[in-house]
């Protein structure tokens, strides 16, 4: 029901940022729940941030204080803000979306963001 697509991911030092954008085809406040996962090699699949069409923000401990879920309505995009990266943020990152709860999720291509000096 919905396409995604991922940018903004790359090379950061450790303690840089970086920006992803999730593209949606449809507006996001159609859209129940949007998130970012992230997957690390040799890793399961893990939830990074969610963000709901109301704006209720979700985050995994591990990058809670430093990612920052968000959205802009008007270009259908959901962005997620990393600072302070540490090498283990390495990983491909996926967005998610999913349009009820009743329906399966949508996953983006992924984008590769890797932490190193």
């Known amino acids: 029901q919905v396409q995604l697509v991922e940018s903004g991911g790359g090379l950061v030092q450790p303690g840089g940022s970086l920006r992803l954008s999730c593209a949606a085809s449809?507006?996001?406040?159609?859209?129940?729940?949007m998130g970012w996962y992230r997957q690390a090699p040799g890793k399961q699949r893990e939830l990074v941030a969610t963000?709901?069409?109301?704006?209720?923000?979700n985050y995994a401990d591990s990058v809670k204080g430093r990612f920052t879920i968000s959205r802009d309505a008007a270009k259908n995009t959901v962005y997620l803000q990393m600072n302070s990266l540490k090498p283990e943020d390495t990983a491909v990152y996926y967005c998610?979306?999913?349009?009820?709860?009743?329906?399966?999720?949508?996953w983006g291509q992924g984008t590769q963001v890797t932490v190193s000096s």
């Open positions: 998610k979306a999913r349009t009820s709860l009743s329906t399966p999720n949508n």
């Open positions: 449809i507006s996001i406040f159609s859209i129940n729940v």
């Open positions: 963000i709901t069409s109301g704006g209720s923000t």
